[in-house]
């Protein structure tokens, strides 16, 4: 059975910094692509950043770039989201993904089998 399960989420002022953890059980993330998700309320899912190991790319959503980053602990079979300069407008429930997507579904939902529960990013201004 495979888990992926966040971590890290909570409330942080305009300008802070999160480090997001989802660990995974049942599967490698070497053997698959892992992702972020998140969803504002109201607001469909929309991605945030995929990465393919072993020298494959990685994928930030543009609103990310250059202050996300998406890194692998493969002692722990752990993924992390590091998040700095975070804006209100980043407040949302993330989520961690794992699949085997090609190339034009990597930054889709559908791209995707496994998902963790969501942990909330809260942004105050």
């Known amino acids: 059975q495979v888990q992926l399960v966040e971590s890290g989420g909570g409330l942080v002022q305009t300008g802070g910094s999160l480090r997001l953890s989802c660990a995974a059980s049942?599967?490698?993330?070497?053997?698959?692509?892992a992702a972020w998700f998140r969803q504002a309320a109201g607001k469909e899912r929309e991605f945030v950043a995929a990465r393919r190991w072993g020298g494959g790319n990685i994928y930030y959503a543009d609103s990310v770039k250059g202050r996300f980053s998406i890194s692998r602990d493969t002692a722990t079979n752990t993924v992390y989201l590091q998040m700095n300069s975070l804006k209100p407008e980043d407040t949302a429930v993330y989520y961690c993904?794992?699949?085997?997507?090609?190339?034009?579904?990597?930054?889709?939902?559908?791209?995707?089998?496994?998902w963790g529960q969501g942990t909330q990013v809260t942004v105050s201004s």
């Open positions: 049942g599967i490698t993330f070497g053997d698959y692509a």
């Open positions: 993904a794992a699949g085997r997507p090609i190339v034009s579904t990597m930054r889709t939902v559908r791209g995707y089998n496994y």
